[in-house]
């Protein structure tokens, strides 16, 4: 019986997952926390090892014939802020010898976690009730989603096949970001509607990615069926996490299949210009580097979309990170570790800005509102700087 209400967390997959890790330590050269901290307790193999323990103590058969183990607290609080302190990258899943894959693992690791009333930890456990009360993690007020950034002058139509989802970080902390998809999307020329400030609720990444999947089918439910009131055929978004959730989860969520395609906005913003609906001036004379949002590249394989636009905006070749695609470098804005764990967030960030500096980039190039927020405020304190810009923000800028 313990055994099945366990496995509502993780599926027989990932419990296999748990015993496959071979603590071969490939992973530890692309972990970005152990770049940061070097910590053992805090590496991939060691939280499998632990948590592995903690299953075997608590739910193995001596357990349930002799009941559980208890605990050593210390140890326990350790393991826990090991799981909540990691960004879920993935980035160590790409390099597993065993192909365990850690980045839908570890939130799963997570929800377990919380099921059993352990975590998440600070802000992040605050993050329920705000999303009640205000539909965004941040607690900001709903009315104030769209005010500050979407232009008086778009035309947004109340009923349109196509839809365009701003999402919470891009709303609230990435505003270029989310104001350059809108102009560009109105340059294209297509009539594209949004929901109202009060209608567009947090897509549930951040409370998946933190375990707690209380509120996940109710806002899964009031969004899709808010945009096919609307007529919505295809539902466009930047957020590398909210098209990850959407692609990923939201039907299961819904319980059954969306009455509409989910679409990443370079993906339909590269077809606009190949196919010469939109029309971009004089390319930049710059040296342009791009950064692979994780959850974008390793989460849902969007890779050559962002190059291509990129290329038809700079008569520069693109530089490239030493990691790139499927292997790029969390910036460390993922896995809400941010919230709680600034400094190694401020850190992964500024090794970020430094490499783009050292490669001779005159630009840095981010295509995920998490990223944004971070690494401009990273850079604040940062003796060496250079210029960030959103993609869409400077395709935006160049639009003739």
Request: aromatic share 8%.
């Amino acid at each position: 019986m313990k055994r099945d209400r366990f496995s509502n967390a993780l599926s027989a997959g990932q419990l296999i997952e748990l015993d496959a890790c071979a603590r071969c330590g490939e992973c530890l050269k692309y972990c970005p926390i152990q770049d940061v901290t070097g910590k053992p307790s805090i590496s991939p193999p060691e939280k499998i090892r632990v948590f592995r323990e903690f299953i075997r103590a608590t739910e193995g058969l001596k357990a349930i014939f002799l009941g559980s183990k208890q605990i050593d607290p210390v140890l326990l609080e350790d393991f826990t802020k090991a799981v909540f302190e990691c960004t879920t990258c993935g980035g160590c899943g790409e390099r597993c010898s065993v192909g365990i894959f850690t980045q839908r693992l570890w939130p799963m690791m997570r929800k377990e976690m919380v099921r059993r009333g352990i975590g998440p930890i600070g802000e992040q456990a605050k993050m329920p009730e705000a999303v009640r009360q205000q539909g965004n993690p941040y607690n900001l007020p709903a009315s104030e989603r769209f005010k500050p950034w979407l232009p008086k002058d778009i035309s947004i139509s109340h009923r349109a096949k196509l839809a365009y989802y701003a999402g919470c970080t891009g709303a609230y902390s990435a505003q270029p970001m989310v104001r350059g998809d809108v102009l560009v999307l109105s340059a294209i020329g297509e009539p594209f509607n949004t929901l109202s400030a009060e209608q567009e609720v947090c897509c549930g990444f951040p409370l998946f990615i933190t375990g707690q999947h209380d509120l996940l089918e109710d806002l899964v439910k009031r969004l899709v069926e808010a945009y096919a009131e609307r007529g919505v055929v295809q539902l466009l978004c930047s957020c590398p996490c909210c098209i990850n959730i959407m692609t990923r989860d939201w039907p299961a969520l819904y319980g059954k299949p969306l009455p509409f395609k989910v679409r990443h906005i370079t993906q339909f913003v590269a077809e606009a210009i190949e196919r010469g609906r939109l029309k971009i001036s004089e390319p930049l004379a710059e040296r342009l580097i791009y950064h692979d949002p994780c959850y974008l590249s390793r989460g849902v394989g969007i890779i050559e979309e962002p190059r291509y636009m990129l290329s038809r905006l700079t008569d520069k070749r693109l530089i490239e990170f030493q990691r790139h695609g499927r292997q790029s470098h969390c910036c460390g804005a993922g896995g809400t570790a941010r919230k709680v764990f600034k400094e190694n967030a401020y850190a992964m960030a500024r090794n970020t800005i430094d490499e783009a500096i050292k490669k001779g980039a005159d630009r840095l190039i981010l295509n995920c509102p998490a990223c944004y927020a971070l690494l401009n405020e990273a850079q604040l304190d940062n003796p060496n700087r250079i210029v960030i810009t959103d993609l869409m923000e400077l395709v935006a800028s160049l639009l003739g």
